[in-house]
């Protein structure tokens, strides 16, 4: 254990120094994906505003507007892209001396990846996350969420954390085949924001649906633990989502292992 994390914590240390590097692109994503997320607030209180009930969904007014911003903590943090990275290296034909090397191609890629979390919890994720509490406390004249609600909220964090990289995997596997996939990243992006309860609640959608969802890795990968965060899981139901998620890790990288060894096997290294 402590010879894999002295070979694979330079991946996530070097991650972090990349982005620290490049602080104008990050914070232009920053301003884009805040200024969606007010965009996200307003349009929800203004359907709030309309509605008869003060209630939609399970959640209230005040639920609906942490909600929203959680969600921005969340996926900033836990939906780390390594498909793009992997399809990188095989257009740039680095992935063939990845193979040489004595490491593990899928480790690597996930202690970069867990790298790039820990840069996005600092910056910026623990201070909006500071100011929904502060907000929670001034406007809504609730306390503040308990350490008992932040331990499983992390917890399950980082288990989607775990799921959203391992779906990456399988998915950058495409490059493989295809070699550039960024049309492809663009489809996943818009239709993961949908399942993954980014844009509408899951529970906004029929019984019927909702059970559907379930079933998927989706809805693990950021609705879950924003769920928690709200206290909405709780006792038994809680340890469920948990044990879900842990299953759906399991599932996924048994996937990935697969999927791994079919596409090295055919494959041909050209040159270089």
């Avoid at 994390?5 to 972090?16: D, G, T």
């Avoid at 502060?134 to 799921?163: D, G, N």
Wanted: with cysteine.
């Amino acid at each position: 254990m402590t010879k894999k994390l002295r070979v694979y914590l330079p991946f996530a240390q070097n991650e972090i120094k990349r982005q620290m590097s490049y602080k104008g692109a990050f914070y232009i994503f920053i301003f884009i994906s805040l200024f969606g997320s007010f965009i996200s607030y307003y349009i929800w209180m203004a359907v709030y505003g309309s509605a008869k009930s003060g209630s939609i969904g399970g959640l209230s007014r005040s639920e609906m507007i942490i909600y929203v911003f959680m969600v921005y903590v969340t996926s900033s943090m836990v939906t780390i892209s390594i498909a793009d990275w992997i399809s990188e290296d095989i257009v740039k034909g680095t992935v063939s001396m990845n193979l040489i090397k004595p490491i593990d191609y899928r480790t690597s890629l996930m202690s970069r990846a867990f790298g790039d979390v820990i840069y996005r919890f600092l910056l910026p994720g623990v201070f909006i996350w500071g100011a929904v509490e502060i907000y929670k406390v001034v406007s809504l004249k609730t306390s503040v969420t308990s350490f008992q609600q932040i331990f499983f909220y992390l917890l399950s964090c980082f288990m989607s954390f775990l799921i959203y990289v391992l779906f990456d995997f399988c998915f950058g596997m495409i490059a493989f085949f295809t070699t550039y996939i960024f049309g492809l990243m663009l489809a996943k992006s818009a239709l993961l924001s949908f399942l993954t309860g980014q844009l509408i609640p899951l529970s906004f959608f029929p019984e019927g649906a909702q059970k559907v969802f379930d079933f998927l890795p989706f809805s693990s990968m950021v609705y879950t633990p924003v769920m928690i965060y709200l206290g909405k899981y709780q006792g038994n139901q809680l340890i469920l989502v948990l044990l879900r998620q842990l299953f759906w890790v399991i599932v996924l990288y048994g996937i990935g292992s697969l999927v791994w060894r079919k596409v090295t096997k055919h494959l041909v290294v050209l040159g270089g």
